[in-house]
């Protein structure tokens, strides 16, 4: 029996399995590429799986820090072990209380989208008795020319326009509470190829030396996002970047002399790159059905397992396709779910699978269940299996049931 179907069979269908040799291997590339002054965060928006999140702390190498948005990323990583007080809080929509729930367990640097958010921030970390450093997230009034995936400068909830930014410094350092550190840029995800990743981080280092020049705010965190590419649910390797590091040193050379020496300490962010190929879903074919001459196979696993998110079009794209290069018959795959949309790829060449086959999607490491419409027809997620040396490290699947809500007491 195939080491897929052996998983399948002791641990069920659908199946992610996350490698966390593969998780390591990622870390140790996107390092590599980068200069190694740089801080690394990882991105847990991308897979959550405290397993996962822990690889990447562990191990030879400095560890990742955490990136979080949610009160329940910020559980996943502490129970990874993940240090809070090197952790950033992202986000728009911060809210007062999740605010002080991360303040509380040891947070205490955030990325602010706007006034109100960087208020909210400094009232809770005054009402705690700290000061929490800030970053302000900037949206760049134009991207870099030759990129073509984004459209830049566009009115966005995140982060604060770029072309209004010095005329508001005055209000956004009285903030008490609220100490202003470093800028945030994330202007790209997923990109296309090595050179729009560097000429996307060129433009994020002019912008941001502009607005140190033009503000005189203060910078000790430079945290320039990320873009770092990775196939998703499809075959393929992640990309090599074999000129970044060179290109991106000689940028910050250009634009801040002293940064080499942490002035200022420079960041990126990822989530893709790092977790995408550690992970696989496996499913099995439970119907083979010809419709009107077009053929369907009808898998236990559809956009309730992943892709949910497919329907944000470019950043998602689902055309999933199985780890294996013999096509027999061209099919679509579609899950379980009772809506047409449940179709994981339309009319793709397959292998000749039949009922009761495991098919395996490659690269689903990321973004897989969490981003996935998981309590839509209220079936069970998927079970998660984390593997390491070929050894089971955990199985385990995210539940969702009703639970009884009083009032709250205030
Ligand atoms: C989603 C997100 C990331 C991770 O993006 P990837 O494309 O998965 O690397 C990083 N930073 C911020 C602020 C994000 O919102």
């Known amino acids: 029996m195939s080491r897929h179907a052996e998983w399948v069979r002791r641990y069920g269908s659908p199946l992610y399995v ?23 965060f990882y991105s847990l928006k991308a897979n959550p ?54 303040v509380r367990a040891g947070v205490r640097a955030f990325s602010a989208e706007s006034v109100g958010d960087l208020r909210r921030i400094g ?5 705690h008795g700290v000061v929490a450093d800030c970053l302000l997230r900037v949206n760049s009034a134009a991207g870099h020319a030759a990129t073509g995936i984004r459209m830049t400068g566009a009115p966005s909830q995140f982060g604060f326009d770029s072309e209004v930014l010095p005329d ?30 560097v000429g996307e981080f060129q433009h994020s280092l002019a912008t941001a030396a502009r607005l140190r020049d033009r503000t ?60 995408g190929d550690s992970g696989e879903l496996l499913c099995s074919v439970v119907d083979v059905k010809v419709s009107r001459g077009r053929r369907f196979l009808v898998l236990d696993a559809g956009i309730n ?42 009319e793709v060449g397959l292998p000749g699978l039949g009922v009761g086959d495991v098919v395996a999607i490659p690269n689903a490491g990321a973004y897989g269940v969490t981003a996935s419409l998981l309590a839509f027809l209220s079936r069970p997620a998927p079970v998660e299996l984390v593997v390491r040396g070929g050894h089971v490290v955990s199985a385990s699947r995210l539940r969702h049931d009703r639970v009884p809500v009083g009032p709250s007491a205030d």
Request: aromatic content about 4%.
């Open 18 to 40: 996350y490698d966390l040799d593969r998780v390591r291997a990622a870390r140790r590339d996107l390092r590599a590429s980068l200069p190694e002054e740089c801080a690394l």
């Open 49 to 102: 799986h405290p397993d996962v999140a822990r690889a990447l702390r562990e191990g030879d190498g400095p560890p990742c820090r955490a990136e979080l948005s949610s009160t329940g990323e910020l559980a996943a990583a502490l129970a990874a072990g993940y240090d809070p007080a090197q952790a950033l809080y992202t986000g728009p929509g911060k809210t007062r209380a999740e605010l002080a729930e991360a």
């Open 123 to 127: 009232a809770v970390a005054t009402a």
């Open 168 to 197: 508001l410094v005055d209000e956004l350092t009285s903030v008490p509470g609220a100490r202003i550190t470093g800028l945030h840029l994330f202007p790209l995800s997923n990109a296309r190829d090595e050179a729009s990743l």
């Open 216 to 275: 005189g705010l203060p910078l000790r965190l430079l945290d320039i996002g990320g873009g770092f590419a990775a196939p998703y649910a499809v075959p393929g390797a992640r990309p090599v970047y074999d000129k970044l590091r060179v290109e991106l040193s000689a940028a910050l050379d250009l634009h801040f002399p002293h940064w080499r020496a942490g002035d200022p300490l420079v960041a990126c962010e990822s989530g893709r790159y790092l977790v």
């Open 305 to 346: 397992a992943l892709g949910g998110m497919a329907g944000l079009g470019r950043l998602m794209p689902l055309a999933a396709r199985p780890d294996r290069d013999d096509v027999a018959q061209v099919a679509s795959l579609v899950g379980p779910l009772c809506t047409p949309g449940d179709v994981l790829a339309r």
